[in-house]
């Protein structure tokens, strides 16, 4: 505790008298300062114990003394020490009444008391103070750090949280709360989840004070990470500002917790190279050796179905949200997945491949629908926004095992495709399954093929001389049932045929090829389109 008034007054060696404020001497004296000015205000900081003999001062005057006093006070003195037997021999009346209205503490200095052992004793106070907190810092740095090695960060937490009196919560970089303690907190710190994103926004080290939830208490919020991006947050609530000591132990809390994110960067750096032979292997049709490579770390995964996700980034003249705003729309993807992935205990592969990101995840599991979730946010983000974003565009492939992960990825990259095509920013293997190839035919490369395919039978049509592509659409509709053709077309049976022999005539091909019939009946699909 630093020096109070109290301490002062009971100090054995300086015999100070109270002889105003007697309630309000347990403030605390933040320094001893002597001035013999009629105004020392300019000069004053606030909690100061101002020492004088009134050599400049009419001190018997009520009128006088209640405006300097009044100015004392109002410039955050916390007491008047008077030294009598120099220019008074007693603490003039109009002095105490001022005190005593404005509720100013003042101590009696005696003759043989000089002020510099005042002086002295504050600052030997403040000194010793300033110690015990140093040493209770080096204490504390002690316990969290053998509380962080011997039970991660959630020991560590339970340790602070017993330093400040109050509570201290962990957050990922999603805003997630991974660890709260004591336990009763994780309420409280689910409900600044709006406050942690608004500091991830900024550049790390960050932090800001928010008052607590309902009031409850004084919040601090410090932003954890070496990077750009912050990769953690940390919270801390009590019931008052922080000391000295308190401050030591949050600012070794922030180190300790910022060596173990970079750890952690590293270990993910060295998971993302096991997880991307895992994914090689897994392509080239080997998941024997995947399974021997994935070990422990995503043995799990490959035990049941998965899906396979491909990305790529895409600018859009659009707005964005959260990561994809800063230009790195599949970092900011890859942490919504595996945020999500590690709150509900899930293994997920995870590889940056060139402009790509690939991952595998549990089907049904959480990693895939935060991935889903995600770019619904985006989508939605869209509508009536302005500014160059990019934007993540996925593909999602049907479930599958190791050994169809080969096909998987196929059906995820074809899924991508279609989403560029389409201009969606999700698109699943089982849509393009369960819907019709019909609107695949509006690219335009499959226009172009078909006017070209069909355009000599256009041109015939155009003299007058039959309706050719009439009757070819009317006889690959009925599957080359020459008589129900004719009948829809109106015409006789031979009438038709001669007309198909002058379609195989014109175009050079033969109308027995599926392939051809195919084509022709695709074609005539992409131009009725238009």
């Known amino acids: 505790m630093p020096p109070t008034l109290s301490s002062l007054v009971h100090h054995s060696a300086l015999k100070l008298t109270v002889r105003a404020g007697e309630d309000r001497l347990d403030v605390p004296v933040r320094w001893a300062h002597v001035s013999e000015l009629a105004d020392p205000v300019p000069y004053m900081e606030g909690g100061e114990l101002l020492l004088i003999t009134a050599l400049?001062?009419?001190?018997?005057?009520?009128?006088?003394?209640?405006?300097?006093?009044?100015?004392?006070?109002?410039?955050?003195?916390?007491?008047?020490?008077?030294?009598?037997g120099v220019n008074y021999e007693d603490i003039p009346e109009a002095l105490v009444a001022a005190a005593e209205a404005e509720g100013l503490p003042l101590l009696e200095v005696p003759r043989r008391t000089p002020f510099l052992a005042i002086s002295k004793?504050?600052?030997?106070?403040?000194?010793?103070?300033?110690?015990?907190?140093?040493t209770a810092g080096f204490a504390a740095q002690r316990e969290l750090t053998r509380q962080a090695l011997a039970e991660g960060p959630e020991g560590l937490l339970s340790a602070l949280a017993g330093q400040v009196d109050g509570w201290a919560a962990l957050y990922d970089a999603s805003g997630a709360v991974v660890a709260t303690a004591p336990e009763w907190a994780g309420r409280r710190a689910a409900r600044l989840t709006?406050?942690?994103e608004r500091l991830r926004e900024r550049a790390a080290p960050a932090s800001s004070v928010v008052g607590g939830p309902d009031g409850e208490d004084r919040v601090e919020l410090h932003s954890l990470g070496t990077g750009r991006r912050p990769r953690a947050a940390l919270a801390v609530g009590t019931a008052a500002a922080l000391g000295t000591a308190e401050r030591y132990a949050v600012h070794s809390a922030i180190a300790l917790l910022t060596l173990t994110t970079e750890r952690s960067r590293s270990l993910y750096a060295a998971e993302q190279r096991i997880g991307a032979a895992v994914l090689r292997m897994l392509l080239a049709g080997e998941p024997d050796h995947a399974r021997a490579v994935a070990g422990d770390l995503y043995g799990a995964l490959l035990d049941a179905p998965f899906r396979v996700i491909v990305a790529e980034a895409e600018s859009t003249v659009r707005g964005a949200v959260d990561g994809a705003a800063d230009g790195d729309p599949l970092g900011a993807l890859a942490e919504a997945v595996e945020s999500a992935a590690a709150r509900a205990?899930?293994?997920?592969?995870?590889?940056?491949?060139?402009?790509?990101?690939?991952?595998?995840?549990?089907?049904g599991g959480a990693a895939v629908g935060a991935c889903g979730e995600y770019t619904a946010v985006l989508e939605a983000a869209r509508a009536g926004e302005q500014g160059e974003a990019a934007e993540p565009v996925v593909g999602v492939s049907a479930p599958a095992g190791p050994i169809a992960a080969g096909v998987?990825?196929?059906?995820?990259?074809?899924?991508?495709?279609?989403?560029?095509?389409?201009?969606?920013?999700?698109?699943?293997?089982?849509?393009?399954?369960?819907?019709?190839?019909?609107?695949l035919l509006a690219d335009d490369a499959v226009k172009a093929f078909a006017d070209g395919l069909l355009r000599p039978l256009y041109e015939h049509d155009a003299t007058g001389r039959g309706d050719l592509v009439a009757s070819l659409r009317a006889w690959l509709s009925r599957h080359g049932q020459w008589d129900a053709a004719a009948a829809d077309l109106g015409v006789h049976r031979h009438t038709l045929r001669y007309r198909m022999r002058r379609v195989e005539e014109i175009l050079g091909r033969s109308l027995d090829d599926p392939d051809v019939r195919m084509e022709l009946w695709l074609a005539l699909k992409a131009t009725a389109s238009e």
């Open 56 to 84: 400049k001062l009419d001190a018997a005057d009520p009128e006088v003394m209640r405006r300097y006093v009044k100015r004392l006070v109002g410039a955050g003195v916390v007491g008047l020490g008077f030294a009598v």
């Open 121 to 134: 004793a504050v600052s030997a106070a403040i000194a010793a103070d300033q110690y015990r907190a140093v």
């Open 194 to 196: 709006a406050d942690v």
């Open 345 to 363: 205990g899930e293994a997920v592969l995870v590889v940056p491949e060139g402009e790509r990101l690939v991952v595998l995840a549990a089907d």
């Open 408 to 439: 998987a990825y196929k059906q995820a990259e074809q899924a991508l495709s279609v989403a560029r095509r389409r201009g969606r920013l999700w698109v699943e293997h089982e849509q393009l399954a369960a819907g019709s190839v019909v609107p």
